[in-house]
Nanobody, 126 residues
Framework: QVQLVESGGGLVQPGASLRLSCAAS????????MGWFRQAPGKERQFVAA????????YYANFVKGRFTISRDNAKNTVYLQMNSLKAEDTAVYYC???????????????????WGQGTQVTVSS
């Protein structure tokens, strides 16, 4: 089992950057594929990005390609989401999630992730 705690959200202006962090407890963080999702009010939870266990492979939703970067530091039990060129439509609660399935597929649906953090609010507004 793993506990996840996100941080780094906040209120920023359009075009700004934020880096979200997700700290994991436990000694088996490197055994989980990790993902970031987001959920805006009244909308379903939406896939943002995923990363493989060693961190060599990543996958992104089309709407964040070229703007967001997912990375991980297994020595620090932390996964990051660097968000650049933020837009108003990026406003949402951002969640990190851990996928324990022992395959190489980077999953994109919430049901395929086993553990979730509590979320961190990102608001992009002028």
């Amino acid at each position: 089992q793993v506990q996840l705690v996100e941080s780094g959200g906040g209120l920023v202006q359009p075009g700004a950057s934020l880096r979200l962090s997700c700290a994991a407890s436990g000694r088996t963080f490197s055994s989980y594929k990790m993902g970031w999702f987001r959920q805006a009010p009244g909308k379903e939870r939406q896939f943002v990005a995923a990363i493989s266990r060693p961190g060599g492979r990543t996958y992104y939703a089309n709407f964040v390609k070229g703007r967001f970067t997912i990375s991980r530091d297994n020595a620090k039990n932390t996964v990051y989401l660097q968000m650049n060129s933020l837009k108003a439509e990026d406003t949402a609660v951002y969640y990190c999630a851990a996928d324990s399935v022992l395959d190489i597929v980077l999953h994109t649906t919430p049901a395929e992730y086993d553990y979730w953090g509590q979320g961190t609010q990102v608001t992009v507004s002028s």
